[in-house]
């Protein structure tokens, strides 16, 4: 039988989020995955605390390093640390944790299609007809959830224009609790070193035109890292007004990164990808006529995190040594509160624009 209610195109996050939650809502749900699971992604494998109520009960045994606490750098030279009262984000290894929602995803009843590559849809009556690497399917309704290179978002004529290029690597070192943030190195991004279990990723996230490659490696051994072994890289688009979120068309919606539904500020995505697997599901579910106009209204709260990230992102990044101050002087302590669910980014905004003024005021004109 090849006919679904729901097929789902990509089993990342966002795919194995959208297609747990259909399931669970009694949809008939077809994942179609081009690589075998469990797949390499490349990422930092770093969760906000704020994710727990997406993740299906079991997630916990997926956790690396706990991370209680941070420390903002300056150009890989000065820094400083600010210590958590609680727990505010996770560590976690991609390939397990994407297999493991995937595995929730069809314990709650979804069919998972291995290294079977979506290609192309058509309308044919009231379905979509799917033509994959293995065959043809019919639904429908279908969820583009196959991240940055999205067919699904290419073949309603999406094109992306605004994203991060990123470059990672790993190597021997201890972090355990901590994460290490350096703005100062580019115009719009920066270069981090988190844990990975007793290993550390180091990795640079722009969007300008640089020589990534030489930013990273002159940015590892100013931080003492000298022999930089494979690096590997990929993209992180984002939105930063409602402009830019690929919603979908009619009863074909996007999540997660195929609808650059990521943090403009720091490129954080998996939050996103599994809050937005859930929003389309409400969408379908209680619009099912019209899911996508439907899917814009109920992406309202999601959207706006990335439109004041944005905002934040555009001031924090265009006057950098003005944010490491800020976030000295106890910015980077409210953001805790972001990341652990008990603020929004409209309300950090809200709460640090006049003392960003101030701050700048202060270095630029009474100075
Ligand atoms: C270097 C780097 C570091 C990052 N660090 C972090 C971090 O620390 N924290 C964080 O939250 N985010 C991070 N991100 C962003 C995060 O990785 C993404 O936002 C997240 O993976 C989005 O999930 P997704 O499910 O939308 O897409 P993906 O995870 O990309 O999943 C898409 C899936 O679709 C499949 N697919 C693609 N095309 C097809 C096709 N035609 N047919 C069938 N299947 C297909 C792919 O194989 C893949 O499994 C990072 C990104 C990069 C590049």
Redesign the pocket.
């Known amino acids: 039988m090849n006919f679904y209610d729901l097929i789902v ?9 959208t297609a747990y939650y259909a399931s669970q809502k009694g949809l008939k749900v077809l994942v ?4 075998k ?1 469990p ?1 390499f ?8 605390k704020r ?1 727990s109520s997406y993740l299906p009960p079991g997630w916990e045994k997926l956790v690396l390093n706990r991370i209680s606490s941070g420390v903002l750098g300056y150009a890989g030279g000065e820094s400083f640390e600010v210590p958590a009262e609680e727990d505010i984000a996770y ?1 976690i290894d ?1 390939s397990e944790f ?1 297999a493991f929602l995937l595995e929730k995803a069809q314990g709650a009843g979804a069919h998972l299609l291995q290294e ?4 192309h849809l058509d309308k044919e009556g009231e379905r979509y007809r799917i033509s ?2 293995k065959g043809t399917f019919y639904a429908d309704y279908v969820v583009g ?8 978002a290419t073949s309603l004529g999406y094109r992306k224009n605004k994203f ?1 290029k ?3 690597f790993f190597a021997d070192g201890e972090l355990s609790h901590k994460v290490l943030i350096d703005i100062g190195i580019v115009k719009r991004g920066y270069a ?1 070193i ?1 844990p990975k279990g007793n290993k550390v ?1 180091i ?1 640079v ?1 722009c969007n300008g035109s640089y020589n990534l490659a030489k930013v990273l490696k002159d940015y590892a051994e100013k931080r003492g890292f000298k022999n930089i072994t494979r690096v ?6 984002y939105a930063e007004s409602s402009r830019d979120v690929f919603y979908g068309k009619e009863r074909i919606l996007l ?5 650059n ?3 403009p500020l ?9 809050w ?2 859930k929003v389309a599901v409400d969408a379908i579910i209680s619009s099912p006529s019209n899911p996508t106009k439907n899917y814009k209204i109920l992406l309202k709260d999601l959207v706006s995190e990335l439109v004041y990230a944005g905002k934040i992102a555009r001031l924090g990044y265009r006057f950098q040594k003005v944010a490491y101050k800020m976030a000295k002087k106890g910015a980077l302590k409210t953001y805790y509160r972001l990341l652990t669910g008990n603020m929004s980014y409209k309300e950090l905004f809200a709460k640090g624009l006049l003392d960003f003024l101030k701050e700048l005021a202060y270095n630029y004109v009474w100075r």
């Open positions: 195109v990509g089993g990342g996050p966002a795919g194995s989020s179609l995955e081009k690589k699971v797949r992604k490349l990422c930092a494998g770093c969760i906000s994710i560590i991609r994407d079977c590559e979506f290609l994959t690497s959830a196959d991240g940055f290179y999205s067919k699904v991060f990123a470059l990672e981090w988190f990723s990795g996230a590997y890289g990929w993209y992180i688009p999540t997660g990164d195929a609808g539904l990521t943090d720091l490129g954080e995505g998996i939050y996103y990808a599994v937005s697997g």
